[in-house]
Each structure stands twice: as C-alpha cells, then as structure tokens.
C-alpha cells in the first residue's frame, strides 16, 4: 500500500519521450506547445485606425485648425505613399493604417464634409492618438505569447493564426491501448443481454476523458482467464500505455496483476490509499510500455484516469497542469477514512458541494454531478468556505 | 437599429429543420438529442455484489449462525442456478449477481475458512442487504435519463455505453460557409507580409467556437469590390449558414450589406444596440440560406458567435441551453453607454473580474481572458456580488 502522493509521484516519474512536430493548426487543439510561441512582428503592425474617419496632424499645443483639405483615402490593405501637407487630412477606414506622420483621427460622425474640405462638429475635444490602435501595443515584437508545455486550446487559435502559425509546434501522438477484463462484458451495442451481462461503459468512459489528448487509442477485452490476459496484454504492450479495466482486486477473478507480471511488467505499486479506486496497479515493461490496472468501477476508473492516467499524459509532453482546480465548498464535511477520499460533486455559483450516490458502481453517479472533489487523507475535517481540490468531469484544458 | 434581446428573438425565430439520425457513440459527442434516451432494464439488473465474500439469507431476527457450510461460488459473468440451504453461504466476487433468495454479503476481510466452512471476526454487527447493490437501485427500467434537444457531452458517453446505445438518436450535420472579406487578410502560413497585411484569423476564431457542434464548416475569403463579395456570396449560400467577417459597417469599404441584398437575401436587422460588435447584420435567402455579417474585429467576432451564431445552431437542434451561465462579478462597474456591453473578463474562485485591454481589435485580448460578461443596457451600475451572465471562450457545453 502506498500514499496518494507517493503513488502520484511514482507515475510521473515514468514519463515517456515524446517527438516534437508541427501539427495543422486546427488539428493541433489538445496537443502541447513543443516549443515557444513568438510574435513575428509587433501587433497591430501600424498605427491602426480604430474608427472610419480622417487623420491628420496636429502638435497638440496651438489649436486644432477649423478645415483641412482631403488629401485622399486609405483602405485596410492600403499603405499611404505620399506627402501630407500641415493643411491636409485623409480619409481612412477602420482596419487601415495610419501614416506614420498623422496622430488624430476623428470620427466620422464627428465631422462634415464640403468642396473638399471637412469640417468639425461644434463642442469636440481632441486628444493625440485617439482612435488610433498604436504600433506593438497589443503584442511587441519577439514577445513569447504561449510557452512550451502548455496545452493548445481552442482559445489560443485565433492568436496563433495571427501570428502565423499555419502550423504549430507540437507533438507526435502517443498509443494506448485499452484492455477492458470480465467475463460479465459486452458491447454496448449488444441489444439482448443474458441476466448476468453488463455492457462495457469503462473503455468509453476512458475514451471520453482523453478526448482531444495527442493519443491515438485501441480497444482489446479479455476474459477473466490467464491465458486470454496474457494474449491480450502481449498485443498490447506495443501501444506506450496500456490501460486496464477490472481484475485487479484481490478476488478470486483478479488476475490481472499476476497476468502482468508473467508478460515481464515490474509492478511498481498495487493498491493505493485513496477511496474508492484503492486496488490500482501501476508497472513498467522493459520495452518500455507503462501499465495501469484500473479497478472495474465506472467511479474508480474516472479517478484513475484523472488523478494518474491524464496527469502522466501530460508528463509526457512536458506539461505540469493539474487536472483540478481550485473551488470553494459550501458545506462541511467529516472524513469516513484515514484514506484520501474522492466524492462526487456539484459546480455551483458559490463553489461545490457533495452529491449523494448508491457507490461506485452507480452509472448515473458521473450523470448527476459535475465532478468530484479530493478529501485529503490528513483533513479530519472540511469547513464549508475551505478551498478544495476540484476536478471537473468536462475536459479541463 | 434593433435591441439585443429582439435581435437574438429575430435570430431563433429563423431556426432551420434539422434531420434526425443515428451516430456512432464517440462521434455523436457535440451533436444532440433527437429521442429521450431511457433505461432497457433495471441498473444495477440484479442484485450485485458490491465486495468479494459470503453471501447467505438470513430473517433479520434470530441470531446469525456461527458457522455457514459453503456451497460454491459465483464469479462476475456467472448465474447461480441451484438451491441454497438455510445453513449454506456461497463465496461472491464483486460484480456478480447475488442470488435472489440471499441478503446478506460479508466482506472476505470479516470471515476465515476452514473445512468448507466460514466464521465471522468477532464482534461483527450485521445489516441486511448489507454490501449489495440492489437491483434498480442506480436507474429503474424506463426511467428517461436524457432528453431530447440535451446536447451529447463526454460525460453522457459512459452512461450511453451501459443503457446501450453503440449508436446515438441524434442529427445530420448543417453546413456553413465562412466568408472572410478584406483586401488586407492574408491566410495564416503567409512567413512573409507587407507592413499593412494582417493574417486571417477570424475563420479560426469562429471554428474553434464551433469545434464539436455537428455544422461542416467550409472556407471562402473575398476581396473589397462588389464583384468578389457578389461571387462569394452566391457560392456560399449553397449552405445552410453563411458567416461573413468585415466589411459591414459603414465605411466606403463596407459593401457586405449591399452585397448580400444583391445576392437575394433579405435583412432583418443590421446594427444592434450592443457594443462592440454594433455592426451586425442579419438576414436570410429564399432558398433557406441564413446570413450573419459580422465586423471584423476580433472581439466582435467573438460576441457574434457566442450570442447570436451559437443560441441559432442549438436552436436547429431544439437545445434551448444558454450559451452563458452565472457567475458572481467581484467588483462594482459603471455603464458607460445606454447599449448592452460586452466586456472580456476573468474566472476565479469566487466570481469574474472584468480585465482591461486596448481595445476590441487587440489580438491578444482572448488569450489573456477566460470569457466575457455582460453588462445589460438597463444597468446603470453592477454591485460587487451582483449575479451576471458570463460566456467561457472555452466549450461550453
């Protein structure tokens, strides 16, 4: 038996290379940054106009001159090529840049226009640069706007765009195969089931929870026999992570640990002190495969992939993020056990608060929550206020 | 000028007819509901053993006996088929089906065995049903778990898997065009630009809003002329939804209003009471087509989707879900026009702070934000601690 921490620990411990490439940029979300994200020039990248209006000179002492004579206009996708004289003003559309030796813009409603001349409505004050978007003050030049190890999200795309990441500094895919045990499992497609038959939710839960991750999955089930265990789990310690579902327990049908150890896995812990999910299993092969044996337990197998599946992921493409986040419970709550507890909860407008289930076999437990909350081992006690570890059940980028 | 609450009413009154189908079960994630999804049988659908141990009956009155005589065991996947005496218990592995006539499980850790008998630890209480998940405890046959118009998150898929639905009632995809205008725009992979071209990146910004909603998004981009826009418009009104970004204010340069009405389509609102994003224009084509020309500013972008191209897609799909959810703002906040506004904001632990940036062009204003308030046009003031609607840049589902 080992601590939530040290078991925590362990696993990041054992984290996988990974090849840096460069991904498509819309195929690139849930990937991670391989390497710096940089501004290749300042942004906006002239003195942008704001607003449809002219722009003219003016030293910002002596008064504003009463008319200017229109020079012309600028358009977005135009540079202004010629002289302005004191006197002049030009036309200039929004998105346009401003000749570098303007500094006014007045709105178009603010001012008429006449035998070439505009002219200023009564009552206007003026500022230098108003209504201008100056060179570099969003984003200078050569600044680092996302770092490597970071996660690419779908709120990063429009910046990445602009800066001209077509494509983006990623990583290659990692494998994992799942390997769902039991001889009571079927497809869910399964339409008659014999009284003892349950579909298999786990690989799918699996699968959802890892959506969007640099992963590419498989999908193998055995029965509860040593001899379909070992078949399978030799097929699939080719992937990088094989991920296992039931049969690791200490029943009589547990197999799996023993399977593992006789396919050459070294078993680097089994049974962690967290409830529920205890009986886990977590082992490396020599080819380098990692192994983790996740209980049956739709509640268990959503802890294990939050709290080691998903935080090892990220390991692998350098990236330290929790899979929590921080909210505040609304209610106290007394610990059962001297273990870390994992309970269902609900997001609301003031934090999280606990859900009430059957246990952890309870199919509708993931339905009628939005997460679940870390009760650590060491806390007799949570006050309500107390800020708790938070993690939600919706992909928390 | 229209309001922005008739402006939405206008936009969901214009909803399309969408197909109704069946998707397989990973990809059916985004899409939505077009049956209420319900039980095909009790869950748990027997009595299920919650721990490895013994099970036995026992009346809940005399004494439990000393000693019981095992009769044999029943692993997950297994029915017991014969008899059980008063004196007999059977071994039960967790996930196995307890026989009906048993109410009692005893944990392997409580017992010892001897001689094919078992004897409890001393100073054992016993409660019947005890350790067992009883039959329709988790959801009753029939029982309604999801309805129609939900929209099929991640964290429905475990649930679906179980109830069996390998393939899930849900909708063909609608297709949308995204029209980018601007002589200025160039695409994203552009490594070299003049000093007044900006890259795309507004298509990106609106796919990534849309990333999993079931539209198939096609691109189109035109320059500032009639003839361009004219030619694009008539392309991309072969979809069921035409986006266009720039050119729909009222600058010499902004021919999408007129554009879209030589192309066929009639407006039914441009500019609306909101700010950024005023601009807007809204309109459909005889032939089905619906058009939303937004300005080109990134953020206007932004508010478009979220409040108008968002609440239109889910209403073809009947999900009346809010593309916003409430949060607490933490700071008091002064109106400074009689519009609706929109400001980009912050998420933390107890609410969201608005955050200062340079202006609704800024490039790097999303990326340093987690969504954006409201603050309605009737508000004179927002109180610390008032509730207000806050829309997440990220998936909100």
New interface residues.
Partial sequence: MISFDDAQKTVLSKKLETTPTQIP??ES?GNFYSADISAD?N????N?A?V?GIAFYWDGISPVKESYQIAG?I?????WQKDIQAFECV?I?????VPKQLNMLVR?EDISAQNNHIYFRKGLTFTRMQNI?KEG???LKDTV??TKGMRI???????????????VPSYGFLTATILRT????T?????V?????????????I???L?DYPVTINMRSAQ?TMEALVTQIEAGKHSNILILT?GV?????DLVPEALLACGFTCHFHKVEIRPGKPIWFGTHPTGCIAFGLP?N?FSVQIGVKVFVEPFIRACFNNRDKTFI???LTHERLKKISFDEFIVADEN???VCVKKH??S????A??SSTGMIRHQAQKEKLEAGD?VDYYP???N?
Same sequence: chains 1, 2.
């Fill in positions: 940029l819309l979300i020039r942004y906006p990248p002239f942008r704001a449809d206009s358009f977005a996708g135009e540079m036309w559309m929004t998105g346009a840049p178009v978007a003050e969003d984003i706007v996302l999200t779908p709120q990063h795309v429009s910046t990445l765009a602009s800066l001209g990441y077509g494509f039991g001889n009571e499992i497809e869910p497609s399964t339409d089931l014999a009284a003892w038959q349950i579909r298999d939710s786990n690989s799918f839960t699968r959802s929870l959506k509860d039931g327990s200490a029943g009589a049908a049956g739709p921080h909210k505040i407008i003031h934090g059957n246990g076999g309870d199919i509708s993931s339905l800020t059940w919706m992909i980028w």
